[in-house]
């Protein structure tokens, strides 16, 4: 009973068994198909995760709720595919998913390496240390001989070897191929430290562990984790899509248009920038293969940017984290978006 | 199915005895000539089917090749008796792994055969308790799925032993906490003794719960199957040579052991084989609960590098030079104990 994902074995049979090249084939595949195909965790709170219903909601699940209501005028028509660290890659290569979003690191070697478009930033993360309070440990430096829990198959389980490395202070890493196992394991106190984006620490914290405030998250980001959907590379038109729906959330956000006030916007405003944001004066979307209302509708789907931050991981969600990176640039933070013109 | 990994030439049963000329030495000509037809077309589909892959690597824009081996890993690996630091390239860290892998399987096969051989012969005991016991056991532990008791090894273990700040001491310089067990190692020329400190365990060397909760969830798991083939080899010597071996003044015990086992071994043997390579390769399960064996490795590697193709091979290759090793040994073993002479 030796254990293969089976996921990623199919992925590999579809590598050795697949009919020639689908490169620009991927809007009008999804139109077809009637739903969009997207690649999730398999539950990450505030990112992807679904209810006891099975509806997926987070951050990642709104970019795919988001771009169906897009493409395909409803918002509903998603079909999501959990995978894990190990499957994802191989899922989206062999075209199984239709975009990755699904909290990745945009990191040079996935970009340059695997056949992948990252295609925008979507939220600004680092990674970060969780640690019970009653060691009284404030930075990761005090963490010398320590024991780290960490799951495989991330790019967290690199830069912890390389930040202690450089440091010169030497930590063991207990590597789980398993979100659930790792997070257990450090929880019954197997390990001193557990490690991931401070988004996902966050999300530990406050929702798996019995007592939050046993818990703390040491100040110190050990590296840059840019997160973001990312498409195959062979098909711009689709990669192009994707890009243009999170920079239209973005805009509209921007603009001051929200899931509430955006039918209003649509039927009086005269600001030439929202009109042709809302499509009501030029036709953007023609030129995406989509039609003239396709931000209207991503937005009326899950409201602007902010709204969708605020939502799933803002100081009001379970998650309860501070704006900061992820306000828009002309907020303080990162988060900018080309002009929809 | 008993004999596991040896490959035999096909043998053409038809030309026994016949003279060159004979039709049925003519069927035997056509008959080679099919298996080498099929053995080309094998190989003809397999070499397409590699082409095509790589084509549609390349063409997708995905590297691919084993060149990434020899590039610095980047990762740590928990625990290895051989050196290893991220520095190190990837076959070195493919190489600890496959260290980690062999060094639960060997005790583990141990183990399982110890506690298994004593459980098979406890299920054909006089003794009704043993007997009930011994079949409680088997039953329970082939029936439930084998993660599902490394889990449980597992988290019994971290739950049940003490936090890593305030550790158990056993004796001077041996203390047991959820890091594991340390105990003073000879390091670098001098022996290093474990130090408690305020967070954790340090120095010295170290079991880990992790490599415990894997030894002990194979071996207990498979010793259930290893019981039931030393009780079927058992029964498989008939009672008439039991009674003769009594009557002739043997005790029981050396009935066992002079009369029984010798005999019961042709049987166990070759299934028994089985069971080794099962469990050598049911330890690619320590994923699980974060013992570093090869899969762990080759999981984390692939990760780093994206080449899922390559990483998979090299888990495969292994594991079927690994299961190769073990049934080339055990069919030695096997030609030992065999009967010799007859077919």
Not at chain 2, 37 to 47: G, Q, R
Not at chain 2, 300 to 310: H, I, P, S, V
Request: charged share 15%; proline share 5%; with cysteine.
């Amino acid at each position: 009973m030796s254990r293969f994902p089976f996921r990623l074995a199919a992925a590999l049979l579809a590598f050795v068994l697949a009919a020639p090249a689908f490169a620009g084939k991927t809007l009008d595949t999804i139109k077809q198909r009637g739903t969009i195909n997207c690649g999730v965790s398999t539950g990450v709170a505030g990112f992807s995760a679904p209810d006891s219903q099975g509806n997926w909601s987070g951050l990642d699940a709104d970019t795919c709720h988001a771009l169906a209501a897009a493409v395909l005028g409803d918002a509903k028509k998603v079909n999501f595919v959990p995978l894990n660290a190990q499957q994802r890659f191989a899922a989206l290569q062999s075209g199984e998913v239709d975009l990755l979003a699904r909290n990745t690191t945009w990191t040079l070697t996935r970009d340059a390496s695997l056949g992948f478009h990252f295609t925008t930033v979507t939220y600004y993360d680092g990674q970060g240390f969780l640690v019970p309070k009653k060691l009284k440990i404030t930075s990761p430096k005090q963490l010398k001989n320590a024991e780290v829990c960490v799951q495989s198959g991330t790019t967290n389980e690199k830069n912890v070897a390389d930040y202690f490395r450089a440091q010169n202070i030497k930590v063991k890493t207990v590597v789980f191929e398993g979100f659930e196992a790792s997070f257990k394991a450090f929880f019954a106190g197997r390990c001193q430290a557990y490690t991931t984006d401070v988004s996902g620490l966050a999300g530990l914290r406050n929702k798996e562990a019995k007592n939050p405030d046993d818990y703390v998250i040491l100040p110190d980001l050990i590296s840059k984790e840019p997160l973001g959907p990312l498409v195959r590379r062979g098909d711009d038109e689709w990669f192009a899509d994707v890009k243009w729906v999170i920079y239209a959330l973005i805009e509209a956000e921007e603009n001051g248009l929200t899931q509430a006030n955006v039918d209003e916007q649509k039927a009086n405003s005269k600001d030439p920038v929202v009109q042709r944001i809302l499509g009501t004066s030029e036709d953007t979307g023609k030129l995406l293969g989509l039609d003239k209302d396709w931000a209207y509708r991503a937005i009326k789907a899950v409201g602007n940017y902010g709204e969708i931050f605020e939502r799933n991981v803002g100081p009001k969600s379970v998650l309860k984290l501070p704006r900061g990176a992820n306000n828009l640039w002309s907020k303080g933070g990162l988060i900018y978006a080309p002009p929809v013109r | 199915m008993s004999e596991g990994g040896g490959m035999s030439a096909p043998r053409p049963t038809s030309a026994s005895g016949e003279g060159p000329t004979s039709p049925r030495s003519r069927v035997a000509i056509v008959a080679w000539l099919f298996q080498a037809l099929l053995l080309l077309a094998l190989v003809a589909a397999i070499a397409w089917m590699v082409s095509n892959t790589l084509a549609h690597l390349r063409e997708r824009g995905i590297h691919a090749g084993f060149d990434f081996l020899w590039q610095p890993a980047g990762f740590e690996i928990g625990e290895s008796w051989l050196s290893y630091e991220s520095s190190q390239p990837f076959w070195r860290a493919f190489v600890v792994g496959l260290a980690n892998t062999v060094r639960v399987a060997v005790p583990g096969i141990v183990l399982a055969t110890l506690l298994g051989t004593l459980i098979g012969l406890a299920r054909l005991s006089h003794n009704l308790l043993l007997r009930a016991l011994s079949t409680a056991y088997v039953e329970l532990l082939r029936n439930v799925p084998l993660l599902v008791q490394l889990l449980m090894w597992y988290f019994a273990l971290t739950e049940l032993l003490p936090a890593s700040s305030d550790a158990l001491q056993l004796a001077p310089g041996v203390f047991l906490s959820k890091s594991g067990l340390s105990f003073p190692w000879w390091e670098a020329g001098a022996f290093e003794w474990p130090v408690a400190s305020e967070i954790t365990i340090s120095g010295g060397a170290s079991v880990t719960p992790e490599f415990l909760a894997v030894l002990l969830g194979l071996a207990t798991y498979t010793a259930a199957f290893v019981a039931e083939t030393v009780r079927a080899g058992v029964q498989s010597v008939s009672s008439g040579q039991v009674h003769a071996a009594l009557s002739m003044g043997l005790t029981p015990r050396q009935s066992l052991r002079y009369i029984v086992m010798p005999q019961a071994l042709r049987v166990i043997v070759p299934s028994m084989t089985n069971q080794y390579l099962n469990l050598t390769k049911n330890s690619s399960l320590a994923v699980a609960i974060g013992y570093p064996d090869l899969v762990s490795v080759a999981n984390t590697a692939l990760n780093q590098t994206g080449r899922a193709f390559e990483c998979i091979a090299v888990i495969m290759a292994v594991y079927l030079l690994l299961s190769l090793l073990t049934s080339a040994l055990m069919n030695r073993y096997n030609a030992r104990v065999a009967l010799r002479g007859g077919g």
